[in-house]
């Protein structure tokens, strides 16, 4: 790179992200970074920008140890020197999460989408699918920056170079990435695409799957953020409905927004619907208080409209409430309630979790913990047994 051009790298990536719809937030915390890391790189007489560089500026500036977890605010940094260094690779940084047709190159196309076939064949849900396309074009990106024009070409060198490439990347994204890519490469040698069986090359990256306890909200605290809930009006209305499904029933978001009129039996006072994030069917008796929530809120609250999804924006034009919308309607609710404690959740994941802490605190078995909150496996559910104090000494080995 020529002499000074981190200078017009980071303006582009500025004018990229405004573009793309980022919060103010995160645009000005890449430009305190960048502007940091351009004063760190003029001190040292360095006008290149590469990786190297800009882990010495992070050890330097932000206390950053490679090879460690970094904190929340590294592992953004991180990001952001990782889209410095893939728009040195190939012009544009690596496409971020979001719901869209992903880019295969032709190059790929045809394994690809042959491995894509055999994963749906398998039974990996849709929601899922999308996640390994996303996974498998950051991949795609990484190799045609590096000149790789057929699957055939790819090397030992390539894997490890990928790794290094999304090293801003948590380590459990890191983790999922690579065994896709894994994944994706034995399919490849198995069906000829190429020569060789790269996929025990692939690095595993460790981390701690289950190193941190769920948060969990008292039964008192849960019975306190719903009793202060106004339902006056027709946006309370809808948010004590949803508050209950999930304190209640225990529904990931996902379900709560996708949930329909078919999908509630009022004679039989059952919910019925197949989860979005596993595509697995789940049952559940519809409980007296959130049966007259829903009514009331469809009776007295919801705005008149074709969408067939129960819960709705109230701002026009009227829409399907989203998980995003539900994840902040909840945070929101939990900090009213007064109920912010440091380092625990306030999501509706938090209420999840809360859920199976007064259910094992009932002794409930733990399979029909499992049953309620949709989990095809009661090792899924045991992370929960972590919440309850008095049950793990219960399980403690004598001495």
């Known amino acids: 790179m020529e002499t000074n051009s981190i200078y017009e790298t980071v303006n582009y990536l500025q004018n990229w992200m405004e573009k793309g719809g980022y919060a103010k937030g995160r645009i000005l915390q890449f430009n305190s970074t960048t502007n940091q890391l351009i004063k760190f790189m003029d001190s040292k007489g360095i006008s290149d920008f590469n990786t190297t560089v800009g882990i010495d500026f992070l050890q330097d500036h932000y206390d950053y140890t490679p090879g460690e977890e970094p904190s929340n605010v590294n592992q953004m940094r991180l990001r952001y020197l990782g889209m410095l260094s893939e728009f040195q690779l190939h012009g544009a940084p690596l496409p971020k999460a979001r719901r869209r047709d992903y880019v295969i190159p032709e190059i790929f196309r045809v394994a690809t989408e042959s491995f894509l076939a055999y994963r749906r064949f398998e039974g990996i849900v849709e929601r899922n699918m999308s996640t390994i396309s996303l996974y498998l074009e950051r991949f795609f990106s990484y190799l045609t920056g590096q000149n790789v024009s057929s699957i055939s070409q790819i090397g030992i060198r390539h894997i490890h170079g990928f790794l290094r490439f999304i090293t801003g990347f948590s380590n459990q994204t890191k983790d999922h990435t690579m065994r896709t890519v894994r994944q994706f490469l034995k399919f490849c040698f198995k069906n000829n695409f190429h020569p060789e069986d790269l996929s025990e090359h692939v690095p595993f990256v460790h981390y701690e799957k289950r190193a941190q306890i769920p948060s969990a909200y008292s039964y008192e605290d849960v019975m306190k953020l719903l009793s202060l809930v106004d339902r006056s009006n027709p946006i309370g209305k809808r948010n004590y409905a949803i508050l ?145 104090i008095e049950k793990l000494r219960n399980c403690a080995l004598e001495v």
């Open 244 to 388: 209950l499904m999930v304190a209640r029933l225990g529904l990931r978001s996902g379900d709560v927004s996708n949930l329909r009129f078919n999908n509630i039996d009022w004679e039989q006072n059952r919910i019925s619907l197949a989860q979005h994030k596993t595509g697995n069917p789940l049952s559940l008796p519809l409980l007296e208080d959130v049966g007259l929530a829903i009514i009331d809120y469809l009776k007295f609250g919801r705005p008149r409209c074709d969408v067939s999804n129960i819960f709705v924006k109230h701002r026009p034009p009227v829409s399907p409430f989203s998980s995003s919308g539900i994840y902040t309607m909840v945070s929101d609710h939990i900090g009213k309630a007064g109920l912010l404690v440091q380092n625990k959740k306030r999501g509706p994941h938090a209420l999840r979790h809360s859920l199976a802490s007064r259910l094992l605190e009932e002794n409930v078995p733990l399979p029909v913990i499992s049953e309620i909150l949709g989990h095809a496996n009661t090792n899924t559910t045991a992370v929960y047994l972590s919440i309850d």
